[in-house]
């Protein structure tokens, strides 16, 4: 079982920064990925960023440019950080954790972005 705990959302004047974490109750280092999710109010949940255990990375259309994903290894957390935040930025940001075969979800940590 791995758990994890997002924090860093909030509110935020278009144009401006987050940074989101995603704190694991287990070693990171072992998950073949680690990745953003988000849902918006009425839409499907679409992947953000990933990042995988080597270290390449992957982006939305949407944030390339403006997001960026990290992982400290030895604070068994992922990051997400936002620039140029934008209005249909705005939602519910969810970590997932892909470990041996399994996926895991935090509770979710909401952004809002007012134009």
């Known amino acids: 079982q791995v758990q994890l705990v997002e924090s860093g959302g909030g509110l935020v004047q278009a144009g401006g920064s987050l940074r989101l974490s995603c704190a694991a109750s287990?070693?990171?280092?072992?998950?073949?990925?680690m990745a953003w999710y988000r849902q918006a109010p009425g839409k499907q949940r679409e992947l953000v960023a990933r990042i995988a255990r080597g270290g390449s990375t992957n982006y939305a259309d949407s944030v390339k440019g403006r997001f960026t994903i990290s992982r400290d290894n030895t604070k068994d957390t992922v990051y997400l950080q936002m620039n140029s935040l934008k209005p249909e930025d705005t939602a519910v940001y969810f970590c997932r954790a892909d470990r041996d075969s399994r996926l895991y979800w935090g509770q979710g940590t909401q952004v809002t972005v007012s134009s």
């Open positions: 287990r070693s990171i280092s072992s998950c073949n990925f």
